[in-house]
Structures are given as C-alpha cells and as structure tokens.
C-alpha cells in the first residue's frame, strides 16, 4: 500500500509505493493544480515516466522541466493533476516493450504498475476526471518510447499521449505496432527536433504515416520536427506547455 512521506509544497505530494508486478518500490510525485484546495473540481490527470526531473530540480539528473511554472501560466481549462512516476534502476527494461539483447522487455509490467496500481489510488485519493477521455501519458526518450506503446496498446485507459523525442532506435518494434494498431484511437502529440539525433527526424515522418496508416487522422495527431532542440530537459521543458495545449485544446 502507498503512504505519503512528506507535503513537499501546497500543491507537490510525495508517495512512496511498493509495485507488486515490479516486485519494487518507488516513489510517486503528484502535482496539483493551483486552485485544487479552493474548489470541488475534479481534474483530467497526466502520468509521467522520469519523475525526478518533472518539478525541481534538487532531484533532477541533469536540468528539471520546471512543469509547476508552465502549469501556472496554463488557463484555469488546461489544468490537470500532473502525475510523476520516479524511475528506477531498471529503467532501460521498464521503459522498453520489448527485449533489445539482455535488456527490456518489462515494459507491460510496468504499465500494468501504473494502470492497475497507481491510476486506482489516485482515483480513489483525489478528485480525478477518470475517464480514458480525460487521462494522458506522456514521457521523453525512453519515457517516450513507453509513453507510445502506451498510448497504443492501453489505448483503452489513456486517451491523450504526449510522445517527445521517442527512442524508437531501442525498440523499432514499436513502429509496428502503430502500423497495425486497431483499436481506439488516443490523441497524440509527438515531438523531436533535426538536432538531436542524426534520425530522429526520419523516425518521426515513420511514426507518422504508420499512424496515419492505422487509421488516425490529422485531427488525433499531431508530430512536430523541430530545426533546433537538444535531446535533453532543456527542449521537453520548452515543449512540455505546448504538448499540454494541444492534447487538452
């Protein structure tokens, strides 16, 4: 069972849970909206991979994507509980469906973590807007990567994906099974940049017709090249506010 360790600020909550499909612990970082405590409102929610590097950046790797400064400047329309799932040593395996040589593979466990653990608690312990309508996924890089293959195959529970900067070199799979994705469709918003990496753009134009392939129209994706961006919280930072506008325009 989770239990709250510390109230980092009004509206940033700590949780420390234990994932019985990962048979291990992690910790849970919730972002409120800034007016949660004044009002009955039920919110849309957002889960997120990376979680240290989400909201300040005393925990971060290397830079944070300082999101409870961009949600502030968000309209009151926008605002949603913004979800922070930390990672673990075993992110590589986590964040990847599939097996690359000795790595990955425990991609569904992890998704079955946040789908069957995490999503239940918060709605159960906070005022959410349940509905597949009104929950996202989103991640960068190999948090992308698992973010896509959410969108796509629990498409039934996530119906916004933010996609940034996606790994798809890991688990090229990946692309497969957007081609051959059948079921609901999720809202996606992709994107990456000509810089940070040699095929990042290629693999986003391949991302984007397989979807279109699959049977999503302009309307339910949209993917961003961008002429400048390195691979790093610096861009998903910069990129985070538009994702957020546009799955939630």
Known sequence: MPFRVVLMTSTLQYHHFYSPQLQHERGIRIL??????????????????????????ATAAFRDWKIPATMDKL??????????IDNTPGRIHE??????????????????????????????????????????????????????????????????????????????????????????????????????????????QNLYWALKNSGHDDHQIRVIIRDRGRHSETFWAREFKKMMEWLWM
């Open 75 to 84: 309209t009151l329309r926008r605002q949603a509980i913004i979800v922070g």
């Open 32 to 57: 409120l909206p800034r007016n949660y405590f004044q009002s009955e409102q039920h919110y849309p929610v957002l889960y997120m991979q990376d979680g240290q590097n989400l909201f300040e950046p």
């Open 95 to 204: 964040y990847a469906p599939y097996r690359r040589g000795r790595h990955g593979g425990s991609g569904d466990a992890y998704l079955r973590f946040v789908v069957d653990t995490v999503k239940p608690f918060l709605d159960r312990d906070y005022r959410t807007l349940p509905e597949r309508e009104t929950t996202g996924i989103a991640g960068s890089s190999m948090g992308g990567l698992i973010s896509l293959y959410a969108g796509l195959q629990y498409s039934h529970i996530f119906g916004r994906t933010g996609v940034l900067s996606p790994s798809l070199w890991f688990n090229p799979k990946v692309l497969t099974t957007a081609r051959h994705h059948t079921a609901v469709k999720s809202r996606l918003y992709i994107a990456g940049s000509k810089t940070e990496q040699r095929s990042m753009e290629s693999t986003l």
